[in-house]
């Protein structure tokens, strides 16, 4: 039986299913609204299964399911070396959403990442400590700002309100996720440089750990099919 | 592959041969304070050593080396000598390189004090010594050489100091000297943002209000400093090519110091490094190492943790790259890392590690 890991509830999950209905694929919950237990027509031998889209990165890695939808900063955050343990087969077009680094309005002197470097060493050597930046992303951020070359910031956790925290003086700029700017013209901050950290979109992973035995790709050979008809 | 039991024997012997050679034993703790390793690497350090919370200490570090607690335990006993041995486990993660071991023995030696060139010889011939016979090759940098080069320019001291910061960084090093020598019009680039502070407007005005520690004084200080870097004039194009030239020296260390004497003449600095790199030549040649298998790359030790700011070395298996993990030994010189975690009072310093398990794999491989 291939499993097929999709987000329990909200937005995500009916656009999950939608996804798959213009695809032929007709995924449902049943039982009572509570149960999270569906079915899936259209192809056969798939078990649907209904998981917060912040787990669905972890059950890929370990294999405990065969296909899954998730944004793609959730599995670049929370996997480590993402690509030896779950490949994209589809991007969805929805759930977009950008990861950015944001500082304060008025730090005109910031407009790119090699500014904000020269402004964290001079912010060091006037605090005694570190930038700091505030994001629950710290995997992605960190692996950025190793890449252009960023020194003396620190990451501190934020699960939320993270556009609040400078305000609120426990960091000097954030990195969140943002799709439309409006929260964070109204904290006064602007984004930094003009591409984002990543660009995140619902996908549908494939795991590269799960077992992966003929009836199960059969069934992917069907799905796969039908998205490639699609596009 | 050889046995667990095996690789700790084979630390603990080569830290007694340091011991009998007149080294302290140095035990350090395991668990390390988070904090200071933070300020001193960097947040990168996060994804490379475990960390773990203590409900009291607060974040602690499984040790991902042993240089840092062997600076804190030297520069806290107040002497101005010091020669410690260790050997242990040191911990890492390896996110990116699954086939890596996360935990492994390491077996090192510290000199502080005393006269540089002796001490880097020391250091070296003596890890030397445990590695002979083995099929490995040494290779040595300088990293006083980049940074005499680099306090040897025609430019602003706040450029240098950028330029020495990133020193091992090398893109963004490489960045930065590209706009430090373009003559770019900054003003342009800041959309005329600098000729206004120039002409003295409140710049900060209507800017947004001032949130979060970073002050708006400490803005107008750096736009200050970058209006006073816009006029200044670029790096000479020689100069630059000669920190070029420098990282791509390549070849013989005995060769080495020649050509440095003959790039003084661009950058007098220079003399000074090229002085240093003979005197240490001559102290190696005194212990009996072989200057004419001993190689030199000008760019060795950039990408290393960030901390050696003189002679670096490697020791790597014959047909081994200088990138390739892990080197059978290595280590460097560290002055300026003993000044932080010494809050100022430093002390010169030099040190390197063997990986007891890379040599046990090669005398097995011998057999």
């Known amino acids: ?61 370990a294999g405990r399911i065969h296909l899954g939808v998730t944004g793609s900063d959730l599995v670049r955050e929370k996997l480590a070396a993402w690509q030896t343990k779950v490949e994209s087969l589809a991007l969805m077009g929805f759930g977009h959403a950008d990861l950015i680094l944001a500082v304060p309005k008025f730090w005109l002197d910031v407009e790119t990442l090699s500014d904000l470097d020269a402004a964290a060493a001079a912010f060091r050597a006037a605090h005694g ?22 020194a003396d910031y620190q990451l501190v956790d934020s699960q939320g309100a993270t556009e609040g925290t400078v305000k609120n003086g426990t960091a000097e700029a954030i990195a969140d996720i943002t799709s439309t700017g409006e929260t ?48 | 592959m050889p ?18 050679a007149g080294a302290e034993p140095f035990e350090g703790a395991i668990l390390q304070p988070a904090d200071t390793l933070l300020d001193l690497y960097g947040e990168d350090i996060r994804g490379r050593a475990y960390v773990t919370a203590d409900p009291l200490r607060g974040e602690q570090m499984l040790r991902p080396d042993f240089t840092v607690s062997v600076v804190q335990a030297h520069m806290e006993s107040g002497r101005d000598t010091g020669r410690y041995a260790y050997s242990g486990l040191i911990f890492r993660q390896q996110d ?64 240098k100091a950028a330029l020495r910061r990133h020193l091992w960084r090398p893109e963004r090093f490489k ?73 791509r020296l ?18 007098p600095s220079l003399a000074e490094a090229a002085a240093r790199m003979e005197a240490r030549l001559a102290a190696l040649e005194a212990r009996g190492i072989d200057l004419d298998t001993l190689e030199f790359e000008g760019s060795f030790g950039r990408t290393t943790l960030e901390y050696y700011d003189g002679f670096v070395f ?35 310093a030099v040190g390197g590690v063997i990986r007891p398990e890379q040599v046990l794999k090669l005398r097995e491989a011998q057999c």
């Not at chain 2, 046995?3 to 009998?20: K, P």
């Not at chain 2, 890596?100 to 510290?110: A, I, N, V």
């Not at chain 2, 680039?189 to 004084?217: F, H, K, T």
């Open chain 2, 96 to 159: 990116e390189h699954p086939e890596r071991p996360s935990e492994y023995f390491q077996t090192g030696l510290e000199i502080f004090g005393g006269d540089p060139a002796e001490a880097d010889a020391e250091v070296f011939a003596a890890i030397s010594a445990q590695l002979d016979g083995l099929p490995v090759r040494a290779v040595t940098g300088d990293i006083g050489v980049l940074i005499a080069a680099v306090e040897g320019l025609e430019t602003s001291a706040i450029r």
């Open chain 2, 250 to 267: 390549r070849g013989a260390a005995w060769a080495m110091a020649a050509p440095l004497r003959e790039l003084a003449g661009v950058i």
């Open chain 2, 314 to 348: 490697g020791f790597l298996v014959d047909g081994q790259r200088p990138d390739n993990w892990p080197p059978v030994a290595s280590g460097g010189r560290y002055d300026a890392m003993t000044r932080v975690l010494g809050n100022g009072r430093g002390a010169p």
């Open chain 1, 184 to 231: 964070l013209r109204a904290n006064h901050l602007k984004i930094l440089g003009e591409d984002p950290i990543h660009a995140s979109q619902a996908n549908l992973f494939r795991s590269l750990t799960a077992a992966w035995g003929e009836a199960e790709l059969a069934s992917l050979a069907q799905i796969t099919g039908k998205v490639a008809a699609a596009a």
């Open chain 2, 3 to 20: 046995d667990r039991a095996a690789i700790r024997d084979e630390a603990h012997r080569i830290r007694r041969v340091f011991e009998a």
């Open chain 2, 175 to 247: 960045a930065l000297l590209a706009r430090y020598s373009a003559g770019t019009d900054l003003d342009a680039l800041r959309g005329g943002l600098l000729a206004r502070v120039r002409a003295g407007e409140d710049v900060l005005a209507g800017a947004g209000p001032e949130i979060g520690l970073r002050s708006q004084a400490e803005v107008m200080a750096r736009l200050d400093r970058l209006v006073a870097d816009a006029a200044e004039p670029p790096i000479p194009a020689e100069q630059v090519a000669l920190l070029d030239r420098i990282l």
């Open chain 1, 129 to 150: 400590h570190r930038l700091r930046i505030a994001t629950k992303y710290h995997r992605l951020v960190r692996d950025y700002l190793r890449h252009h070359g960023v």
């Open chain 1, 1 to 61: 039986m291939l499993k097929l890991g999709v987000p329990s509830k909200g937005r995500l999950m009916e656009q999950t299913f939608d996804w798959f209905a213009d695809r032929g694929i007709s995924l449902a919950r049943t039982g009572s609204d509570r149960e999270y237990a569906g079915a899936v027509t259209g192809v056969d031998g798939v078990e649907l299964v209904l998981l917060s889209a912040g787990e669905i990165p972890r059950e890929l890695a």
